[in-house]
């Protein structure tokens, strides 16, 4: 069975401040996705990393794709309340190739 | 463009009932797949239609069904009920299933069971 294990699950942190989620598998995916999801809403996708060792940037998210595909980081620079929100990653896998989640991390940014 | 519809919002049953949850997709998007989120197991795939037709079933008892329309509305169903299906049930459509194919989320059904 293919898992995503994300850490740390809880993160709380001051505006500013500067962080680093993570997303390991044991598992070699074709693709890896981060989501973010606020209170009420579902997930929205963020960006999906293809090539290993690839490095994609939005804005102040920064995202890498390990380079044997079995893992991805997340990194957020001077992190604001509007960051705020829980952290998925996501890869195709299963035995149907269905969408496999992490459990999330959930960031708190504090004014 | 209207994102994912889903209803209701908000759902409370009582152990044994059976509830059934409602999801219209994006304009034009033929697939949907449908999600079980909670704390404990996070966002766990339960199953995917396109065209009418079941694609993908996740790992879940045969109480959790679904269906969907030629509109490509889709149904879940949940029969008898267990304290445990209290969860945020997701929608997601994409114009065609395919690893590669964006997923659009739907606000979620939150279902308590009492």
């Known amino acids: 069975t293919q898992l995503l294990e994300q850490s740390p699950q809880f993160l709380s942190i001051q505006e500013g401040e500067n962080l680093t989620v993570y997303c390991n598998s044991s598992s070699v995916f074709s693709s890896l996705q981060w989501y973010r999801q606020e209170p009420g809403e579902g997930p929205v996708l963020l960006v999906t990393v293809v090539t290993g060792g690839e490095v994609k940037k939005l804005k102040r998210l920064t995202f890498q794709f390990g380079d044997a595909r079995k893992d991805s980081s997340l990194h957020i620079t001077a992190a604001q309340p509007g960051d705020t929100g829980l952290y998925l990653c996501?890869?195709?896998?299963?035995?149907?190739?269905?969408?496999?989640f992490g459990k999330g991390t959930k960031l708190s940014v504090k004014p | 463009k209207a994102g994912v519809t889903q209803t209701p919002r908000y759902l409370i049953k009582t152990r044994g009932q059976q509830v059934t949850l409602s999801c219209s997709p994006i304009s034009g998007h033929r697939s949907v797949s449908w999600y079980q989120q909670t704390p404990g197991q996070g966002l766990q795939f339960l199953f995917e239609?396109?065209?009418?037709?079941?694609?993908n079933k996740g790992n879940f008892p045969g109480r959790f069904s679904g269906r969907q329309f030629s509109n490509s509305r889709s149904e879940m169903n949940v029969s008898t009920l267990e304290l445990g299906d209290s969860a945020l049930y997701l929608c997601?459509?994409?114009?065609?299933?395919?690893?590669?194919?964006?997923?659009?989320f739907g606000p979620g059904t939150r279902l308590t069971v009492l």
């Open positions: 996501a890869g195709y896998g299963g035995s149907q190739g269905n969408l496999i």
């Open positions: 239609y396109f065209s009418e037709t079941q694609r």
């Open positions: 997601a459509s994409r114009y065609l299933a395919g690893s590669y194919n964006e997923q659009f």
